[in-house]
């Protein structure tokens, strides 16, 4: 069994395209072309429908990829626990960083992780909470961080990195941030009612942060007057600075600024930062080691930036 062959067959089946996929593997369009049609014919069956600028799996083309992408997750698996077993401090360590959180984390402890694992080869991919889970129960990714309820948990292993609270942001011109805390001190607690005639920007709709907010409108006995939707907490702060909404967002995003005054909420919404792979998935050391550097960097990093 050729194990290169079954890249080259999955990579196509991933770009749906032949031109596309050897850009990816580095190899010439032909080459690749030649692969398909040599393993096509060994098989006597055809795994791809063609079009000019579309190659789409077969029925059988979907049965080859599909085995073929356990085979290759074997290989990496395996390889990762020989490596370990020699002590080699060799792999490849792929992992899954949710958008503003991830890069800045990664950034910061990359340095570190690299001087203890020089050999390592990291594919990083900043994706979000959903598109992370899926690739980690698929085997495409061996680690990733995302932030979690206990109502999202499923079945992964999840290590948890730190508990986080949301907060409510008001601008500092809004009458309510005249009982704000003064710099440095605890934030105190505010009813969500009290703000049921202003403006909200909040987190879009199906974000695991949206679907943790929704329940305390409802609780608070009005539906928010939406001013903006953002993937962003970043843009979310910057609209609140700007004194044209109030919104709801994680307590790493509530660094001092002089324009933003936070409150807690009374029944103190949180979730959790946790690092998360697939159930019963061999985990390398560098692996537990780039886990192990992420806790220590969120305990001592307990506000974001937009600048990291």
């Known amino acids: 069994m050729d194990l290169k062959q079954l890249e080259y067959i999955v990579m196509i089946a991933e770009e749906n395209s032949i031109t596309k996929a050897a850009e990816r593997l580095f190899i010439t369009q032909s080459g690749l072309n030649q692969q398909l049609l040599k393993l096509e014919a060994e098989l006597g069956i055809q795994l791809f429908h063609r079009s000019k600028n579309d190659f789409r799996l077969t029925e059988a083309g979907q049965v080859y990829v599909s085995y073929a992408k356990k085979i290759l997750q074997l290989k ?17 360590l792929r992992i ?27 594919e990083p991919l900043e994706i979000g909470v959903k598109e992370q ?9 061996d680690l990733g961080f995302v932030t979690v309820t206990d109502r999202d948990r ?29 710099p440095g001190e605890p934030f105190p607690v505010i009813s969500l009612e009290e703000f049921k005639n202003n403006r909200f920007v909040l987190m879009t709709k199906g974000s695991t942060m949206r679907n943790l907010i929704n329940p305390l409108f409802k609780e608070a006995g009005f539906r928010p007057d939406i001013l903006f939707e953002s993937a962003s907490n ?17 307590a790493a995003y509530a660094g001092p600024d002089p324009d933003i005054a936070y409150f807690r909420l009374p029944s103190h919404p949180s979730w959790e930062l946790t690092a998360v792979y697939k159930k019963g998935s061999y985990q390398m050391k560098a692996a537990k ?20």
Request: aromatic share 12%.
């Open 76 to 92: 990496h698996e395996a390889y990762n626990i020989l490596n370990d077993m020699a002590d080699n401090k060799t792999g490849t």
């Open 133 to 141: 889970l899926s690739r980690i129960s698929k085997g495409y990714l």
């Open 234 to 250: 970043f843009t979310l702060r910057s609209i609140v600075k700007r004194r044209l909404a109030c919104t709801i967002l994680p």
């Open 154 to 182: 499923s079945s992964f292993e999840y290590v948890h990195l730190l508990s986080e609270e949301l907060v409510l942001a008001i601008p500092r011109t809004h009458p309510a941030a005249a009982a704000a805390a003064a």
């Open 289 to 308: 080691d780039f886990i192990q550097l992420a806790e220590e960097y969120w305990n001592q990093h307990p506000y974001l930036t937009e600048e990291p």
């Open 96 to 122: 899954g960083l949710t958008p503003e959180r991830g890069t800045p984390m990664f950034m910061s402890i990359y340095p570190d992780f690299y001087a203890r694992y020089p050999r390592i080869t990291i």
